[in-house]
């Protein structure tokens, strides 16, 4: 006899909507009414987890669930980590989840902005036309949001103490860090190899690793 399958239990579907503000996951989508898809088949894990649930309207997730289609799971999974788990936790949880998610919000936005300050930093450094003006004031702003951004991992790392998640995000960290520092340390005008690396495809696939270890956590 075929197994049978459980419904998604009404509060963990409350929260993956939440999750994706009861839109389609998508970002150019974002249709509604959404329907709860699972990131891995059903079939493959026969469990319903927060990490593995989606919010995707009727025709994203025929798309998704088409093997030949155009959505793969590498693709769903960073559309999972584009949105904000914060949003899922109910006022209901404990204190020391919204702490947790808090920080991880912390750390997101925060190296979101160090990212892009250091790529203007990079792309100013490498035009032989910047004026040293222009190459100080990116740098300028490139410390101070390295300053944020160590703040926010230091917090993190408070916050989630001794974990993969905190060496996750340690590895991120340290990945920007290595990247921002060869920016610094390469006389001007840098090299294309430096200034055009993209770093955000870089950090991706720690980034989503991260986002769903964080899932992982908070449904405990
Ligand atoms: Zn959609």
């Known amino acids: ?20 503000g009861h839109r389609c996951a998508i970002p150019t989508c974002k249709s509604t009414p959404v329907e709860i898809a699972h990131i891995i ?27 030949h289609g155009p959505i793969d799971q590498k693709a769903m999974r960073q559309y999972k980590a584009n949105l904000n788990p914060l949003l899922s936790l109910g006022l209901a949880n404990r204190d020391g989840q919204v702490a947790m998610l808090a920080a991880y919000q912390e750390f997101r936005g925060f190296f979101a902005e160090w990212v892009k300050a250091e790529t203007r930093y990079a792309a100013v450094k ?12 990116s ?9 944020r951004a160590i703040g926010a991992v230091a917090d993190f790392h408070t916050v989630w103490g001794d974990s993969e998640v905190s060496d996750l995000a340690g590895a991120i960290f340290y990945h ?8 610094e340390g390469t006389p001007f005008p840098l090299p294309r190899r430096v200034s055009q690396r993209n770093i955000a495809e870089e950090i991706s696939e720690a980034s989503t690793e991260l986002h769903l270890a964080i899932c992982e956590q908070i449904s405990m």
């Open 1 to 20: 006899m075929a197994a049978t399958r459980p419904k998604v239990p009404s509060e963990l579907r409350r929260r993956v909507l939440l999750e994706a």
């Open 176 to 183: 920007i860090a290595d990247w921002s520092d060869e920016i």
């Open 139 to 147: 740098r300028e702003d490139a410390i101070h949001k390295v300053a």
């Open 41 to 67: 088949p059903w079939s493959k894990i026969r469990k319903h987890e927060f990490k593995n649930l989606i919010a995707l309207c009727p025709t994203c997730h025929a798309r998704f669930d088409d093997r």
């Open 126 to 137: 490498s035009r032989r036309s910047s004026s040293l003006k222009e190459i100080a004031d």
